[in-house]
């Protein structure tokens, strides 16, 4: 039974290639990238660039700080943190935090009866690093220590992704990331009697697009790939931003529920962000993300920050 309630509460963030283990990492962990779709693998994020992909801090110019605070419905959260430095050799590293859960679930026992509430969290401290080959390619690493907790059951693990990005001009740029390799939880004393139960993580393979139409826009695409249970799932997504100045405009889709389901129906969200002079020589990047949610999910909004020198 107990087995059974950590299975279901991958369904909290189900409609982002959920319903498995790890499910909360596969949203977004700031409103830049999730305004354009979850979609930011072949473009430079300041101070989220280690969540997308590990490769993008082979640019990191300086010392850079995202921090991201999610208020979402059906009393879900996300908050994440990154610090990233700038490397000698043309490489970068970053150390990472992520944390994402759900309060007030209302606790039933196999009759149906009331035993209160409880809730639920997932998260991650993250090791990252990234270096360029030569003038087109970057490649790198993260190493996660991943942690899950629902009500008094917790579980531990360890996880890996690795990235890379070709450019193949100033305008056009690919990238292949896989997420969660060799991820797994062990969950420790479910109950008097049980023994520990290994819980894998499915991979999660994305291909980007980036390209700069213009001076002022930035289109961007994704297609990811995870084959749990042999399901061969797929999820398309696309944004688009337009820079005007200091401001940005954004828009992105996703695909809810994966190309091999009957029905193409997509998730919309809209999003702007603001560079500020704040002090001499230091500016931060200030995102906000309006989620439209799925039908009857509910509106979720999303804001980040970023120093950026």
């Known amino acids: 039974m107990i087995r059974l309630i950590i299975i279901l509460m991958g369904f909290n963030f ?3 290639l959920g319903g498995f283990a790890g499910s909360s990492f596969r949203y977004s962990t700031n409103a830049r990238d999730m305004a354009l779709g979850n979609t930011l693998v072949s473009d430079y994020n300041e101070g989220f660039n280690a969540f997308s992909n590990p490769a993008l801090l082979s640019r990191v110019a300086y010392n850079e700080i995202g921090a991201s605070q999610f208020s979402m419905s059906l009393d879900r959260y996300i908050q994440a943190f990154s610090f990233s430095q ?8 970053s150390i990472s935090f992520f944390n994402s859960g759900v309060s007030n ?8 009866n009331s035993t209160g509430s409880f809730s ?18 970057d490649i790198g690493l993260n190493i996660k220590t991943i942690f899950n907790k629902i009500d008094q059951y917790s579980a531990n693990g360890i996880s890996a992704d690795i990235g890379m990005i070709y450019n193949f001009s100033d305008e056009i740029s690919v990238s292949l990331v896989v997420d969660d390799l060799f991820g797994e939880y062990s969950w420790e004393g479910l109950n008097e009697t049980s023994a520990s139960f290994k819980q894998s993580l499915p991979p999660v393979s994305s291909l980007g697009l980036s390209y700069k139409v213009s001076e002022l826009i ?9 084959n749990p249970d042999d399901l061969n799932l797929f999820r398309l997504s696309s944004g688009i ?25 997509a998730k919309l969200m809209l999003g702007v962000g603001s560079y500020i002079e704040v002090f001499q020589n230091r500016i931060i990047r200030l995102d906000y993300c309006i989620d439209f949610g799925r039908k009857n999910e509910g509106i979720n909004n999303l804001f980040s920050i970023s120093f950026i020198k």
Not at 86 to 93: E, F, V
Request: proline letters at 0%; zero cysteines; hydrophobic letters at 35%.
């Open 105 to 112: 679930i209302d606790g039933r026992d196999l009759y149906n």
């Open 241 to 265: 931003e337009i820079e005007r100045d200091l401001y940005m405009f954004r828009a992105g889709a996703i695909q809810s529920n994966g190309i091999n389901n009957k029905s193409m129906e």
């Open 14 to 16: 189900a409609d982002y």
């Open 218 to 226: 930035t289109a961007l695409s994704k297609i990811d790939y995870m």
């Open 86 to 93: 700038s490397l000698s050799g043309n490489a970068g590293a």
């Open 120 to 137: 639920s969290n997932e998260g991650y401290l993250m090791l990252s690093f990234g270096v360029g080959i030569n003038q087109k390619m």
